[in-house]
């Protein structure tokens, strides 16, 4: 599991190596693999005090190899026990695991109810006690609103109360509120405890359906597979090894095969005995040859087994190609196998993939897919039966491209979705169709085409116009062709639907640097600071703009506002010294007030932070106490990195205190 960075931001080794981490993780997961390597689960009982745990896992049946992710508590059959759900992320997905321990010990399970005035309804974050008899020590419970891994366990509270328990009282600290205590309460029962009502109501009895433990079946890994991909989802086009691409003009099945593969051997001869049925079915029949080898030798070879059918090369780009395909519809980066065959409609949409060998007799009644409902799609889809809660999910190239570029192919991946978006059969909504066309704009944009860019990015804003990540797109792919003035129009667009937002802030005063235009990139930056009033590090982005454009009273100004609501950002108050002390305007400077925010920084920072030190040799220098400032510049000096460039400012401000001359900021007008 990858470690979250722990050192600052600039840390890119620590970065790098978490996103490595996560990639690994991802890969884990499309690989189909185990994040555990196939652990199984573990249970231990308290033996007591001073007792190690005991593994009990095989004991109860507990021990199974799933890839376990959560765990939820309920008493699912009402017998005062807790019984557990399981969730994993392999098959099978959830497990119940019923409780039939006997135990001759009392419990009482609590449902509690606020009254919504004072308390939530469903009363997250009460704190129950449980007193019984002879008991110094309260049972105690408190209502989470998760437990587990993305679960939630019952929001009955359950007590395990021992054997002969005699409850005393029920306390029950309701949230936001006071707290309440109920009497007259007996053990083993499950009782509804609302804020307000002085007595406890039993819970309503219900039996849930009975169920029967039995074996779950696992077929074993095959690579054989038929695959009945959403509706509307575009066949690329193929390149062969002699450059020409396949023509697709009448329903087609494109079939993978090798010569050395005694599978693919197979299939070619079943196909070569029932040729006629693709003839009367007109069904087009394309091989492609994965071999790295002359075409006369795979000719040669379809003549040795009688087959009619003639085949074409495929080239490492066709294969790379229909892999991401291959990958994209089934979400697992399991290499394509040989054979492996597509039927696609004379319109270019994947209608099936046949992992392994496909009777003739299947691929004919699979032709029907080019015009049947979602519906029946989904269903022929799916290897088990069920009930749907859902509309069918209609087919999207994103998902194709995506896997084009994670193979480093953005040109195969423009192509694909420029082919995709115009085929009559791809249908979607306009968030949808929007982010389809921003990722095309996107893709062009890296690759240094920002002209073919824009086209795609205004479709998608004419779709969806306030969409923040089209509309910097679009600026920056505006900006990149020189039409600064487009740029800015859309930028201030952006900015006026999201004016908080603070990447279109950084994305306009980039764009007005490029432009040469510091007077934008000025305005931008006070823009960014007034529409997010919390946040001080804009502010303090901008009062260092302020000093350079020769406004040190609103910098100073800025700054004083910076501490007044964010008092913690001490930069603010170690530029202000800096301000008061190194201006080169006298009526500026503030030699008093300078020395005082330096000296207390240092004595915050109990003289461990170099910058502040500095500050400080400053505000001496400035009152003409030369002598300490140069005692505190030779020392920071000693400890400074060799070469830096806080090294370079300690020594130019040290020639200056043995001078006898205090520092002056020339960056400052």
């Not at 005062?80 to 119940?96: H, K, M, Y």
């Not at 939630?152 to 707290?179: C, M, N, T, Y």
């Not at 074409?312 to 399991?334: F, K, Q, T, Y």
């Not at 109990?606 to 400035?622: D, H, P």
């Amino acid at each position: 599991m990858s470690q979250s960075p722990t050192g600052p931001q600039g840390d890119n080794l620590g970065l790098q190596s978490y996103r490595q981490g996560w990639r690994a993780l991802n890969r884990l997961l499309h690989e189909n693999k185990s994040f555990s390597g196939n652990e199984t689960n573990n249970a231990f009982l308290n033996c007591g005090k001073n007792t190690p745990f005991a593994d009990v896992s095989s004991t109860i049946g507990w021990d199974f190899s799933d890839d376990a992710r959560a765990i939820g508590l309920i008493d699912y059959d009402h017998d005062g026990d807790l019984d557990l759900f399981v969730t994993n992320r392999t098959a099978p997905r959830i497990r119940l695991l019923q409780n039939n321990l006997r135990s001759e010990s009392n419990f009482l399970s609590l449902h509690l109810t606020g009254a919504a005035k004072t308390t939530p309804r469903d009363a997250i974050g009460a704190r129950v006690e449980v007193h019984l008899e002879k008991q110094l020590i309260p049972h105690l419970r408190t209502l989470h609103a998760g437990q587990s891994f993305l679960a939630q366990s019952s929001r009955w509270l359950h007590f395990g109360l021992g054997k002969d328990a005699v409850i005393e009282k029920v306390v029950v600290h309701w949230p936001g509120s006071g707290s309440q205590t109920f009497t007259s309460i007996k053990a083993n029962q499950q009782l509804h405890l609302t804020q307000g009502k002085a007595t406890a109501t039993p819970r309503k009895t219900r039996r849930n359906p009975a169920l029967t433990a039995a074996p779950h079946p696992i077929p074993e890994k095959s690579s054989v597979a038929r695959i009945i991909p959403p509706a509307g989802h575009t066949f690329p086009n193929i390149p062969t090894a002699n450059g020409e691409p396949l023509s697709i003009s009448e329903t087609t099945l494109i079939a993978l095969w090798s010569r050395t593969c005694p599978h693919c051997q197979q299939e070619l001869q079943s196909w070569a005995t029932k040729a006629a049925k693709f003839k009367t079915s007109e069904i087009k029949l394309a091989l492609l040859c994965t071999d790295q080898e002359p075409f006369d030798q795979a000719s040669a070879f379809l003549k040795s087994i009688n087959s009619p059918f003639s085949t074409r090369m495929a080239g490492p780009g066709a294969v790379e190609l229909l892999d991401a395909l291959h990958a994209s519809i089934i979400d697992l980066w399991i290499p394509i196998p040989v054979p492996t065959s597509f039927l696609v409609s004379k319109e270019g949409q994947l209608l099936a993939i046949y992992r392994g060998n496909a009777s003739i007799e299947q691929i004919i009644d699979d032709k029907k897919f080019a015009t049947a409902h979602p519906l029946k799609r989904r269903s022929a889809g799916t290897p088990f039966a069920g009930r749907w809660t859902s509309k069918p999910a209609p087919s999207s190239p994103q998902r194709t491209a995506q896997q084009l570029l994670q193979r480093a192919q953005p040109s195969l991946a423009i192509d694909y979705l420029r082919s995709a978006l115009t085929k009559p059969f791809f249908q979607s909504d306009k968030f949808t169709q929007s982010d389809n066309l921003l990722l095309l704009g996107q893709i062009l944009g890296q690759q240094g085409r920002p002209t073919e860019a824009i086209p795609q990015l205004e479709a998608a804003r004419e779709l969806i116009p306030k969409d923040i990540r089209v509309l910097r797109l679009l600026a920056t792919a505006h900006a990149e062709t020189g039409k600064f003035s487009k740029s800015f129009a859309i930028l201030n667009n952006a900015i006026s639907y999201h004016p908080q937002n603070l990447d279109i802030y950084d994305d306009a005063i980039d764009i007005a640097r490029k432009a040469n235009d510091s007077t934008r990139a000025f305005d931008y930056k006070k823009q960014s600071a007034d529409n997010n009033p919390r946040n001080p590090n804009l502010r303090y982005r901008l009062t260092l703009s302020q000093l350079e454009q020769g406004q040190p009273l609103e910098a100073i100004a800025n700054c004083k506002t910076i501490l007044g609501t964010s008092p913690k950002f001490l930069e603010a108050a170690n530029l202000l010294s800096r301000i008061f002390s190194t201006h080169s305007r006298e009526r500026v400077r503030s030699p008093q007030e300078s020395l005082a925010l330096a000296s207390r920084l240092c004595l915050i920072s109990k003289n461990r932070n170099a910058s502040y030190l500095l500050s400080l040799a400053y505000a001496q220098a400035n009152l003409k106490n030369f002598e300490e400032a140069t005692k505190k510049l030779k020392l920071l000096t000693a400890v400074a990195p060799p070469d830096s460039k806080f090294t370079k400012e300690v020594e130019a401000a040290l020639v200056k205190t043995k001078a006898h001359q205090p520092i002056r900021n020339v960056l400052w007008k």
